[in-house]
Nanobody, 126 residues
Framework: QVQLVESGGGLVQAGGSLRLSCAAS????????MGWFRQAPGKEREFVSG????????SYADPVKGRFTISRDNAKNMVYLQMNSLKPEDTALYYC???????????????????WGQGTQVTVSS
């Protein structure tokens, strides 16, 4: 089992920044690719960003490219999502997820991820 706990969400004005953090525990963190997903009210949960187990590869959804940056610290069992130039349409519940992998790639589909956190709310006001 892997336990994931997100933090760092909050209320911010459009154009502002937030940094989400996800603390992992329970298994060897470096065996897992990590992802961030989000779900707005009435919408499906969608992929935001992912990072390979080594941190050498990253992937971003088109709406956040150039604004969000994912990173990880395997020594601290942490993954981060730096969000800049936030827009009202970024408002959602943000989830951290982990996928046990055997190669250094970035899963992008929700069904590939095995473990999920409880989410942290991000609200961007206009």
């Amino acid at each position: 089992q892997v336990q994931l706990v997100e933090s760092g969400g909050g209320l911010v004005q459009a154009g502002g920044s937030l940094r989400l953090s996800c603390a992992a525990s329970g298994r060897t963190f470096s065996n897992y690719a990590m992802g961030w997903f989000r779900q707005a009210p009435g919408k499906e949960r969608e992929f935001v960003s992912g990072i390979s187990r080594s941190g050498g590869s990253t992937s971003y959804a088109d709406p956040v490219k150039g604004r969000f940056t994912i990173s990880r610290d395997n020594a601290k069992n942490m993954v981060y999502l730096q969000m800049n130039s936030l827009k009202p349409e970024d408002t959602a519940l943000y989830y951290c997820a982990a996928d046990r992998v055997y190669n250094d790639f970035v899963p992008m589909r929700r069904v590939e991820y095995d473990y999920w956190g409880q989410g942290t709310q991000v609200t961007v006001s206009s």
